[in-house]
Structures are given as structure tokens and as C-alpha cells.
């Protein structure tokens, strides 16, 4: 069905970002047209421009959104969010000095999720999933990417993909969801090492999935005691080899050339990047790979923030997501998350704003979306305020609304 929407106070198109492919971004780049009308089908943007010039053939269909603001459609390219239980008992514990670290070794952190993962019912992380997935949508979050990785047993991390598939027909078109297996998050107890876990467990179940093309992607926590370089090769390989996508979390808690690792293999992002070295920056600087920052979560471990401006001024694509999880980052809201970081990243708007769009749908190969284009997908956030730095400005509010 066509509509047209008229009187927007501001349509943030990001334009210019889109032309740069989201590098090298001025604050001019957002592209904002004031007293903006839109025009779109369920397919794709027709018309975008000023209301007075809003051809004569829609005039008919308009309707006044006086006193909103329209986005590209605000990504959320990093999520966790199928698990049981929580960890609030951990986080009172590292605010009384145990490190993540420690708690990790101690039996905490990513396994004790899991044990609680393996003791819900399927239709228990099934309802879960969906409040939180509801919860995000209603800031304005419409594509979400999903990993798997508290199962950590081959029945339980099929299941888990399984039900993210579920989840992503539920919510097709309203929310676009993109399926990640990470079956690779952590080393359970009862293997010798990660290279055997991987070889009963992550290869395999990979293998047993690929024909049922549910998985979007794969991802490993590339980590001191958690997975090796070789075993990212060995995961990378066997995707590459299947036609599937790769992402790592790379250079989060030590520094292990995982940034270099992933554009090696033509990985859509590099997530984390705390202690990424300046060779690691360069690298990702001369790629495709996207350097997806997560803020939130060197907020939560209380650890500095990866050096996003070097990675911006180097010329990386940049984005922006939440890493909602219950361990290192239980916040939901990635536009907080960005809002909230921008002032000590040193962000300019375009860069902000194209973190959580257009940058953030390229860390999932979605070229398509994240700027508002006639002939892009009609994917947008539309937000009940004056303008878009009122949204920035009042951060941790929710000024999101649905489209009519
Ligand atoms: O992205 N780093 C690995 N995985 C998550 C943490 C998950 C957890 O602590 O439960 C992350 O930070
Ligand atoms: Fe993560």
C-alpha cells in the first residue's frame, strides 16, 4: 500500500553518510530535510523531499506527521538475547571487586548462564525472547541480530538457532531479525579444550544447520581461555566453505589480532575492540569489515572504551550496538547506548546516527537499508519530538512511535 507522510519536521536521510559508505563523516552528512514529506510502498522509498514539493499525484494520500522526526531504521547488530535466568547476583559482585574474569573462572559469567539456558523450557526462552525483542522494538529498534551461545551442548544450541528462526518469521516484515550462531561463546567443563569442543560440537552442529539456511552468520568469542585464533580458522573455513557470513568478537578482554583475523576472512564486523592495537586499527581502517563498538558493555565491566576515534579518524566504518547480554551488558537499548557514549567517544551526529543505521545494517550485509533513499527498503524509526538532537539531548527517553 502507498503512503505519504508530510509536515515531518525532520528527515534524517544520511545521505551523504550513504554516498562515503559511512566513513569519514561530517556532522553535514546527516542529510536532514526540514518540513520533510516521504513517499513509500511496502517495498521501497518512491519520493523523500521538502512537503511544499511533495509531487501532485500523492497529495491525496498525505498525511500530517507535524512534530516528528523520521530515521533510517535504528539496528541493533549485536545481541544476545535468548537466555535464562540472570547474573544481577555477579554484577553486585564485580561493583564489590570481583573481576569478570575471576567470576568467569570461579564457574560464573557465560557458563552459568548456560546452565540456566539448558535448565528453561524451549517455549520459556521462546516468551523471554519475545518480551525483550517487543521491549526493543518499542524504542525504535526494528532490526535486531540474534546470537546463539548459551546452550553450549549440541542439542541445546540447535534448538536455540531453531528458535531464533522461530522468532524471525513471528516478527517478519515489523522486525527484521538476523540469525547468528554463536555455538562458539564458551568452553563447557566437560571438554579438554576448546579445539575439542569445537571438534564435537561447534563443526558439526554447524554442518547439521547450513542445509536448513537458518544461520545469517557465525560468530566465536575470539578470547584468552575461551577460543583460540586457530580456532576462528577452523570455524571461518568451514562457514566460508558453506556460504555463510562470518563475525567475531575480536580484541575485547587482551589484545590477539582479531581484528586482522576477521578481515582476513572478509568478516562483516569486528566486534569490541577494547584492546585493539594500532596495526589492528589500520587494518580495520582499509576494510570492509565494520568496527562494531559496544559502548555499553566497557560501561558495565567498568573498563575503558575501545579507541573508536582512531578508528574513525583512520577511516573504519563504525557502528554502534548494545551487546544486550546478562553478564557483560544487561542494557537493552542500543540508542541509549550510543547517546550515552557519544559525548566520550567524541561522535559527531552523522557518526552517531550512522553507528546505529547505516553503519550497523552494513556489520550484517544489509546494503539495502540504514539511509532514507528512493529505491532503499522502506525501513524506518519515527520519533514524537522536534528534532533529532532533542533525541540525543534527552538521553535514556523514549521518544519512539509507531508508524501510522
Ligand atoms: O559479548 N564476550 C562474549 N560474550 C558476551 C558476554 C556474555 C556474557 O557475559 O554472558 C559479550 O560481552
Ligand atoms: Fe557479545
Redesign the pocket.
Known amino acids: 500500500m502507498l503512503k505519504a507522510l508530510i509536515d515531518l519536521n525532520e528527515i534524517v536521510t544520511l545521505k551523504g553518510a550513504h554516498s562515503k559508505e559511512g566513513r569519514h563523516l561530517v556532522a553535514d552528512d546527516l542529510s536532514i530535510i526540514k518540513d520533510g514529506a516521504i513517499v513509500y510502498d511496502e517495498s521501497k522509498i518512491l519520493w523523500v523531499g521538502e512537503t511544499t514539493r511533495l509531487p501532485e499525484q500523492y497529495r491525496n494520500l498525505a498525511q500530517s506527521m507535524k512534530g516528528h522526526v523520521l530515521t533510517p531504521e535504528v539496528v541493533d547488530s549485536h545481541t544476545?538475547i535468548v537466555f535464562g535466568g540472570d547474573r544481577a547476583q555477579e554484577y553486585a559482585d564485580r561493583l564489590n571487586g570481583v573481576s569478570y574474569e575471576e567470576i568467569a573462572k570461579r564457574g560464573g559469567?557465560?557458563l552459568y548462564?548456560m546452565k540456566q539456558t539448558n535448565e528453561a523450557s524451549q517455549e520459556e526462552l521462546f516468551q523471554t525472547a519475545c518480551e525483550r525483542i517487543e521491549r526493543l522494538h518499542s524504542y525504535g529498534i526494528g532490526t535486531i541480530e540474534i546470537k546463539s551461545g548459551y546452550g553450549l551442548n549440541f542439542e541445546k544450541e540447535f534448538e536455540v538457532t531453531l528458535l531464533i528462526d522461530r522468532l524471525k518469521k513471528k516478527y517478519a516484515p515489523r522486525i527484521q531479525i538476523f540469525n547468528t550462531y554463536l555455538a562458539a561463546?564458551d568452553v563447557p567443563k566437560s571438554f579438554q579444550s576448546s579445539a575439542d569442543y569445537m571438534a564435537k560440537v561447534v563443526i558439526p552442529l554447524l554442518e547439521k544447520l547450513a542445509p536448513l539456511k537458518v544461520i545469517d552468520a557465525v560468530d566465536i568469542?575470539h578470547e584468552k581461555n575461551y577460543f583460540t585464533a586457530d580456532d576462528v580458522e577452523l570455524l571461518f573455513n568451514k562457514a566460508q566453505s558453506l556460504g555463510i557470513a562470518c563475525k567475531t568478537?575480536a580484541d575485547?578482554l587482551n589484545d590477539n589480532d582479531g581484528a586482522a583475523l576477521a578481515i582476513k576472512h572478509g568478516a562483516l564486523s569486528a566486534d569490541?575492540l577494547l584492546k585493539i592495537s594500532s596495526s589492528g586499527i589500520k587494518a580495520l581502517a582499509g576494510s570492509q569489515t565494520v568496527a562494531t563498538l559496544?559502548p555499553g558493555?566497557a560501561f558495565f565491566l567498568g573498563k575503558p572504551l575501545a579507541p573508536g576515534r582512531a578508528l574513525l579518524d583512520g577511516g573504519a566504518k563504525v557502528a554502534i550496538a548494545s551487546?544486550y547480554?546478562?553478564?557483560?551488558?544487561h542494557c537493552d537499548n542500543v540508542l541509549l547506548v550510543a547517546s550515552m557514549s557519544a559525548a566520550q567517544l567524541k561522535l559527531n551526529q552523522a557518526e552517531l546516527w550512522s553507528g546505529i543505521t547505516l553503519n550497523a545494517s552494513a556489520a550484517l550485509g544489509f546494503k539495502n537499508q540504514g539511509a532514507i533513499i528512493p529505491g532503499m527498503k522502506p525501513r524506518f524509526s519515527l520519533f514524537k519530538t522536534e528534532s533529532l538532537s532533542h533525541i540525543t539531548y534527552n538521553w535514556g527517553r523514549n521518544f519512539a512511535v509507531s508508524l501510522p
Open positions: 544476545h559469567g557465560i548462564t561463546h568469542f568478537h575485547e569490541h559496544l558493555t551487546d547480554n546478562p553478564g557483560s551488558c
